[in-house]
């Protein structure tokens, strides 16, 4: 009932393996099921139909040039086709000059505008850009302050004169942002139905009155069919020139995507990738065809790695080790690198062939949990020094993280043999640690 | 505020228009019941969120019931399909009554991000409190910014008390607080609102599990109701939501379906409803604070197909 679209896809072009050639009849077979995949996947039913009838006239058309594989040339076929629907190439967010550059980020209720506005404003403070937040959602309670407590996490100034209009919100603003030589603004209107004559005129004012260069649609990655109705009001209505996916880090297939871009045309500028305000990516075409298809999201994943790993943290690590001073400290340093790169399974799922053969049989992140717990509880005497851990100790751990006895025990002990381990080790280089060291 | 209350009917009189006006055109064009008018009304299903594998047994179904009964009038078909979605979204209980021996009976609303979650507890604090229910609830989202000052607004809206802690303190220990003020001062409801989280993020999903096993401290497991906040727009992904929620609670114990005023149809209920059987609770058809009512499968079908 959940297969994914990859495995429906995989399963699909099984049926055409052994069969010599790509003939009219075994591909419509085939794309019977590529159409239920997608239309799983919460393609639009139109955007689906019109996309399979395409791939069946190319399909044909290639098999009497080559003799691979068949069911290579129709996932070539299908995969070429996903890309050029999601936009081939990346498109990123404009900062036009002169500024203040203004960005109106607008979507339905609770699709990730906020979030967005936020996550934005700290890509752009990043490179070094005087931003303004604005406080554009008088309605929603408590929206003043959700932009507030996150401007202050970033450390960005927010602009908010409480429940007033939103057209003078933003246009008081946009005149503060000129005097103080803002170089970019950024509106988080509230959401909105497309269906809300009045909400959608007010946003329309809106764009009159601050000429925002960017207008992106906030989408969420799990939106069903209505994508299509959705992205076609704003659209209408505003001119948008960008979508963002949100949501995209859940199991969602992201079919909405395609559909968004099939009616609208506009680019998919960037995915949100989490709550945090770093869990923004450029959207990748590319990539997102490729993993739809199962071909795995391996540029993702080894930037991810990447990214989440602290470089210096890890030079002095391995410092540590090679004077044979690795703690418990240091272990649950490493459990909290590997909590950062995300949920492993979906790690996993990026790298070709071992989404599937793992599946079901992933790491146990119940044990990760404990094994945090127990070295949570431990006094910070005990984390350098384990051996000082005795009988007593024992039982205030593991009753402080409730765990067992036995639990800490078996954790200690892996402990002892990961350091005897890094002992024998003459030359070690630090690239983490050994998979199978780990005690979970 | 310029939204006005829409009630039941309103509210889903855009689904009646895609859904069923599309079925009554159809039908209006077909000259007999044929394969061809089949397939339409299964891709207005597939259209309308239903899903591939729901729709096509429903349509299936029809196509049973229609050789069977050898019915030739087209309008006919739009009966026989009436029947055919009320029999799946059928529920012989009141959602609204709470049915645990003892007090307070504690819902446990969750879902994943920004599917309507505090809205619909402060929806809810309103609903109880006019039965004379004595409603208490608790701001276990202390991780997103302002979700506690959000949810504090709707309980001065509803009039019902809040507990709270600051921002970033353990979601359980505010539960377990909460659950003992309630059974000591005899509430009959106790709204517990939980952060947004994603059904994969498996860290996330052990908070809640957490969250549950301090309630069960409190009162006994069969008084913890989990209530699961779908947003109506979304597609296929509500059924793994489903899945993957139960999984790490034991059970949900109901659905609600928020953002039924907009122009998506909520089919994602019928799937639901067909593969799950849980039933649905309660809808959401606005912002405001009585845009929440009782599920009601006849209402929602006559309302369909009026
Ligand atoms: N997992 C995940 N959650 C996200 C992402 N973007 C936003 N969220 C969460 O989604 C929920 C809604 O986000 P908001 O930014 O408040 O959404 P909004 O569109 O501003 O909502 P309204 O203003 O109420 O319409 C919050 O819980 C966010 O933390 C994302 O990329 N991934
Ligand atoms: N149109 C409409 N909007 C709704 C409905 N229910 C909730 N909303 C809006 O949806 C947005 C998100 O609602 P919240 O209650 O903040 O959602 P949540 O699930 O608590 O969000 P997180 O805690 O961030 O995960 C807000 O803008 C609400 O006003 C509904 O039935 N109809
Ligand atoms: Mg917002
Ligand atoms: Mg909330």
New binding site residues.
């Given amino acids: 009932m959940f297969d994914s679209l990859t495995e429906k896809l995989e399963a699909a072009f099984k049926k055409l393996r052994g069969q010599g050639t790509l003939t009219e009849d075994n591909i419509r077979e085939a794309l019977k099921e590529v159409r239920r995949a997608l239309l799983e996947a919460d393609v639009n039913y139109k955007v689906t139909k019109d996309f399979i009838d395409e791939v069946q006239k190319e399909a044909v058309g290639a098999a009497t040039l080559r003799s691979v594989e068949p069911s290579q040339q129709v996932v070539k076929v299908v995969h070429e086709k996903l890309v050029k629907l999601l936009g081939e190439t990346t498109v990123d967010v404009v900062i036009s000059d002169p500024p203040p550059a203004v960005i109106m980020v607008c979507g339905l209720?609770?699709s990730g505008k906020t979030t967005l506005c936020a996550k934005l404003a700290l890509r752009y403070k990043k490179k070094n850009k005087k931003v303004l937040l604005v406080a554009a959602d008088p309605y929603?309670p408590a929206a003043i302050q959700q932009l507030q407590t996150l401007g202050r996490q970033i450390d960005v100034q927010v602009f908010e004169i409480g429940q007033a209009r939103p057209q003078d919100i933003c246009r008081e603003a946009v005149n503060r942002a000129r005097k103080e030589f803002v170089d970019l603004v950024i509106l988080d209107t509230a959401?909105r139905?497309h269906i809300d004559d009045e909400l959608m005129a007010e946003l329309a004012d809106i764009k009159k009155l601050v000429d925002p260069k960017e207008i992106l649609l906030v989408a969420d990655a799990m939106t069903g069919q209505d994508a299509v109705n959705v992205a076609r009001q704003f659209h209408e209505r505003l001119k948008i020139t960008g979508v963002v996916l949100s949501k995209l880090d859940g199991d969602a297939r992201g079919g909405a995507a395609l559909s968004i871009r099939a009616v609208t045309g506009c680019p998919i500028k960037l995915a949100g990738i989490g709550e945090k305000l770093s869990d923004l990516e450029p959207f990748h075409p590319d990539r997102l065809a490729a993993r739809i298809l199962g071909m795995g999201d391996i540029v993702s994943f080894v930037e991810k790695a990447q990214e989440s790993v602290d470089i210096q943290a890890a030079e002095k690590l391995e410092k540590k080790l090679r004077k044979q001073q690795f703690t418990l400290e240091d272990m649950y340093d490493q459990l909290q690198n590997l909590k950062k790169m995300g949920p492993l399974e979906s790690l996993l799922e990026m790298i070709p062939g071992i989404g599937k053969a793992l599946k079901g049989a992933t790491i146990d992140p119940k044990g990760i949990g404990r094994v945090e717990a127990m070295i949570q509880s431990m006094t910070v005497e005990e984390r350098r020094n384990p051996q000082i851990i005795n009988g007593s100790r024992r039982k205030r751990i593991a009753d402080g993280s409730g765990s067992t006895v036995q639990d800490l025990n078996r954790l200690l002990k892996q402990f002892v043999e990961m350091q005897k381990m890094m002992k024998n080790m003459n030359r070690f280089k630090f690239k983490g640690l050994p998979k199978d060291a780990l005690p979970f | 505020m310029f939204k006005f209350l829409r009630n039941f009917k309103e509210g889903l009189s855009r689904t009646k228009d895609n859904l069923v006006g599309k079925v009554k055109e159809a039908v209006g064009l077909a000259a007999k019941v044929d394969d061809n008018l089949l397939d339409t009304i299964e891709q207005i299903l597939i259209e309308g969120d239903v899903g591939v594998a729901a729709a096509t047994r429903i349509t299936d179904n029809l196509k049973e019931k229609v050789a069977r009964e050898s019915i030739r009038d087209p309008n006919d078909i739009l009966a026989a399909l009436k029947s055919e979605i009320a029999a799946i979204l059928k529920s012989a209980r009141d959602p609204a009554h709470l049915d645990s021996s003892t007090s307070p009976e504690i819902w446990l609303i969750l879902?994943v991000?920004?599917?309507?979650?505090?809205?619909?507890v402060g929806k809810l604090a309103k609903f109880f409190r006019d039965q004379g229910k004595k409603t208490m609830i608790a701001a276990c989202?202390t991780f997103?910014a302002a979700?506690v000052d959000?949810l504090a607004i709707w309980a001065e809206r509803s009039g019902v008390e809040c507990i709270r802690a600051k921002d970033g303190s353990d979601p359980a220990a505010v539960a377990f607080d909460a659950a003992s003020a309630a059974k000591a001062r005899g509430f009959d409801i106790l709204l517990v609102d939980t952060?947004?989280r994603l059904h994969t993020k498996t860290h996330l999903m052990e908070e809640l599990k957490k969250i549950k096993r301090v309630l069960a401290k409190v009162v006994p497991e069969e008084a913890i109701k989990a209530k699961l906040?779908l947003d109506g727009t979304t597609g296929q992904n509500a059924l793994s939501q489903v899945k993957l929620f139960a999984d790490v609670v034991g059970k949900i114990d109901g659905l609600m379906v928020?953002?039924l005023?907009?122009t998506a149809k909520g089919g994602v209920v019928i799937a639901i409803a067909e593969e799950m059987s849980v039933p649905i609770d309660f809808v959401?058809?606005?912002?405001q604070i009585d845009?929440l009512k009782p599920f009601d499968a006849d209402t929602f079908v006559a309302a369909l197909f009026e």
């Fill in positions: 209720q609770g929603r959401g139905l | 879902g991000n920004g599917t309507g979650k505090t809205t619909s989202d997103r979700a959000q952060a947004g906040i928020t953002k005023d907009g959401g058809l606005g912002e845009d």
